[in-house]
């Protein structure tokens, strides 16, 4: 059964930074890509970032040069680092394996 579980969501200032979390069983992850996606109120769920097997990384254009996703394959963990966070990143943020399955989501807040 797989399951991807997701942490280190909140309320931060805008222009802060925070660390999202997705632990993943049950399935292969070395050999799996991975992702994170977010979904805002009352806009589509939408890809934020993806890393392949390999580490190979791809970004919306509107999170370049802020969020960094990376994975550590030993601990079957994959990671959002939002720097310089805005506003308009406020959301649910989901971890994904590329395919169907889908974490809980967590709330990510940006706000004054």
């Known amino acids: 059964q797989v399951q991807l579980v997701e942490s280190g969501g909140g309320l931060v200032q805008p222009g802060g930074s925070l660390r999202l979390s997705c632990a993943a069983s049950?399935?292969?992850?070395?050999?799996?890509?991975m992702a994170w996606y977010r979904q805002a109120p009352g806009k589509q769920r939408e890809l934020v970032a993806g890393?392949?097997?390999?580490?190979?990384?791809n970004y919306a254009d509107s999170v370049k040069g802020r969020f960094t996703i990376s994975r550590d394959n030993a601990k079957k963990m994959v990671y959002l680092q939002m720097n310089s966070l805005k506003p308009e990143d406020t959301a649910v943020y989901y971890c994904n394996n590329r395919g169907s399955f889908w974490g809980q989501g967590i709330q990510v807040t940006v706000s004054s």
């Open positions: 890393i392949t097997s390999g580490g190979s990384t």
């Open positions: 049950g399935l292969l992850f070395s050999i799996s890509a």
